[in-house]
């Protein structure tokens, strides 16, 4: 073989191993899930009532937030209130 050949066949190599792994980002990022043998399958997708039980617990948390910013309070109860919002 020559050097030329093996330059070849090491690019195709490269660029097999780098389309793997560009795949395996892509069905990550997307929840797909393949087993040993090639089987694929998706994730399960949250519910709609567990997507609105988070969000509401998110904004639960936002309106904490705002009180705490918008109090008029000095910085050392401030620093207070969360450490007693975290044993909450």
């Keep these: 073989m020559d050097m030329w050949t093996v330059i070849m066949v ?31 399958q998706m994730l399960a997708q949250p519910t709609d ?14 309106k904490v937030l705002e009180r705490i910013a918008t109090d008029g309070r000095q910085t050392h109860n401030l620093a207070a209130e969360i450490e007693s919002l975290r044993d909450k």
């Design 10 to 40: 090491l690019g195709i190599v490269a660029m097999t191993q780098i389309a793997r792994v560009l795949r395996a980002k892509y069905q990550a990022q997307h929840g797909i899930v393949e087993d040993r043998k090639g089987r694929v």
């Design 49 to 62: 009532s567990e997507l609105q039980r988070e969000v509401e617990t998110l904004r639960e948390r936002v």
